[in-house]
């Protein structure tokens, strides 16, 4: 197949025409990119912190809140997207619901599994406010997968395209996987260097 050919397919299975595509594909991307970057910030000069009077927590309660409703928004600008793109089928007809609907619950799992074991905090970037976990945990799902929750939120991506017959979702899907793994790429090493540092301390206390 040529690079026409290959253009012309792809032309008929995403409308690059459409604005509630890059609409989407934005709104994806803001989330990672400033959770991190505003995390960031927060571990070097604790703006949230001061502007809720000092006290972490709080300042953490509210930057998760923010995350959970940004992250509702992203959602329902990607189904939006998706009911303007070309409709197609993509399973047979006998795997079309069961598939999307299992993908979705099994990610879904991950996801509220991944929150409840890391509570709040720990699930929003609790680390750079200063509130660190006591020990890593290991239970599910993280005894599955190292990034349960990305994970899971990829596959939920996934099989809302499915759900919908759209073969655009799936692309977009891929786009999401990418950006996780280059976010991850800055926040792991980041994550590990501020447990690092506390080890460091508290060896250098009980010396």
């Known amino acids: 197949m040529d690079s026409k050919s290959l253009v012309t397919q792809f032309q008929s299975l995403v ?28 571990y070097k000069n604790k703006t949230i912190t001061r502007i809720f009077g000092g006290n972490a927590r709080y300042g953490c309660y509210f930057l998760a809140l923010s995350i959970f409703s940004f992250g ?13 793109q ?17 993908l979705f619950v099994i990610g879904q799992i991950f ?5 409840w074991a890391l509570g709040i905090t ?5 680390d750079y406010f200063g509130i660190l976990m006591d020990q890593r945990v290991e239970g599910f799902p993280f005894n599955v ?8 939120s990829t596959m939920c991506f996934a099989a809302t395209a499915l759900w919908y ?3 655009a979702g799936l692309f977009i899907t891929l786009y999401v996987y990418i950006l996780y ?3 991850l790429r800055f926040e792991g090493p980041f994550t590990d260097m501020i447990y690092s540092r506390r080890a460091e301390k508290a060896k250098a206390k009980a010396l």
């Open 15 to 42: 409308d690059v025409n459409k604005t509630s595509l890059y609409i989407s594909l934005l709104s994806i991307a803001f989330n990672p990119t400033a959770w991190n970057i505003v995390a960031r910030n927060e």
């Open 72 to 84: 509702m928004l992203r959602d329902s600008l990607y189904r939006q997207a998706l009911l303007e």
């Open 86 to 102: 070309p409709q197609q089928a993509i399973l047979p007809k006998e795997y079309a619901t069961i598939v999307p609907v299992v």
């Open 111 to 115: 996801v509220v599994t991944s929150t």
């Open 122 to 126: 720990g699930t929003f970037l609790g």
């Open 145 to 152: 997968l190292r990034d349960p929750m990305y994970v899971g």
């Open 165 to 167: 017959e759209r073969p």
């Open 181 to 183: 793994v280059i976010a």
